[in-house]
């Protein structure tokens, strides 16, 4: 395993972040793939042994038992300072609006319960999960600095939000001498780069970590077109993101599927590879013991630059879809459903 530094922090971070979206009571969970407890700590501890230190997880992931299942894992398998936890929190409901709950004392609450959760006194990144335009910028930030300086949240990041979101944030904590936004977890893998036209410029001045989710596209960069799976079969939000443009995309898979052929590897390891070149630690969900060993083993891979040509020359710009279709204020106020009793964040 690599490790980097987290952006402008003093975290160290393996190359792969685990992601938790599959660990947590089936019984809360949206996928008939999310793992109980035993399958979840086996995942974690195999992750583990195989030097990845950096796990992300949220407070909407399975009613939080994914925060349970992750936070005991870690007690058991590790020292709490061998380990980079991150977390995210939720938008304030409407109940909470109506009743005049600020965003500084929704942050507060959902940290403490997400602390609970874990059953730690701290989380190392705590991330705003999707843009609330329900809640004044400044008391998101207030709230998260709070945090900070309370000791509960050592840096903060950021989820699902445009490039000129982030810049506006991380300028307004810089002028009110807030913590800044040292991470931004946004969709972008092989199939979908439109995080190439603003984001990975920002952050690349800024020295803002990518740490992005569907870093596999939901199985697609992992498996020949019609190879049938569960997740492939029965993801219906991966589905909304990813059918439309199944057939420009699978020239790009099929490249996948090639070049994989051709050096002896999996399309894991091919998929993963590329976007480590672009990227601090993409986040990587493992619900079965190959994604682990595909995932580690894609960071000791080196593509050449006609390999990363021939992968990249094929891309068709695409429409956003999925949690990011609706980060607008017209959008936003429709959909404005975020509790922690609903599990409509997908990532």
């Known amino acids: 395993m690599q490790y980097t530094t987290l952006g402008n922090s003093e975290l160290k971070v393996s ?10 009571d089936p019984k809360n969970g949206q996928h008939s793939w999310t793992l109980g407890e035993e399958a979840s700590r086996a ?22 038992t994914s925060e349970q299942y992750l936070g005991r894992a870690l007690r058991d398998f590790a020292r709490r300072d061998e380990v980079v936890v991150a ?24 940290l403490d319960t997400s602390l609970k959760n874990l059953g730690m006194d701290y989380v190392d990144l705590y991330i705003y999960h999707m843009w609330d335009y329900q809640t004044p910028l400044y008391e998101i930030l207030e709230g998260l600095n709070e945090a900070v300086k309370a000791g509960k949240a050592r840096y903060i990041g950021i989820s699902n939000c445009f490039a000129y979101q982030l810049a506006k944030a ?34 690349a001045e800024d020295n803002i970590a990518m740490t992005p989710y569907s870093a596999l596209a939901g199985g697609r960069l992992a498996k020949l077109p019609g190879e049938s799976s569960k997740r492939l ?8 993101k990813y059918d439309a443009t199944a057939r420009q995309d699978g020239v790009i ?9 051709k050096r002896g590897v999996s399309m894991t390891e091919i998929s993963l590879a590329w976007l480590l070149t672009k990227v601090t630690a993409p986040v990587v969900g493992a619900t ?7 995932a580690v083993k894609a960071v000791e891979l080196t593509l050449t630059p ?8 094929a891309y068709v710009p695409h429409a956003l879809v999925g949690v990011m279709a609706q980060n607008t204020p017209a959008a936003a106020k429709q959909a404005h459903v975020w509790s922690t009793g609903n599990q409509k964040i997908q990532a």
Do not use: W
């Open 306 to 313: 006609e390999e990363m040509e021939y992968l990249e020359e």
């Open 253 to 261: 898979i099929q490249r996948v599927a090639e070049l994989a052929q």
């Open 43 to 64: 995942i974690i501890r195999q992750g583990l042994e195989a030097g990845i230190n950096f796990f992300d997880t949220a407070i909407a992931y399975q009613s939080g």
């Open 233 to 240: 079969e029965e993801d219906s939000y991966a589905k909304l």
């Open 15 to 24: 190359r792969i972040c685990m992601g938790g979206m599959g660990f947590g």
């Open 170 to 203: 991380n300028a307004l904590a810089e002028k009110e001498g807030f913590a800044k936004f040292v991470s931004i977890q946004g969709h972008y893998n092989l199939i979908f780069r439109e995080e190439e036209r603003e984001m990975a410029r920002l952050c």
């Open 87 to 110: 977390t995210k929190f939720l938008p304030r409901t409407g109940q909470e609006i109506e009743s005049g709950v600020s965003g500084q004392q929704h942050i507060r609450r959902m």
């Open 288 to 294: 079965k013991p190959h994604h682990i060993e595909g």
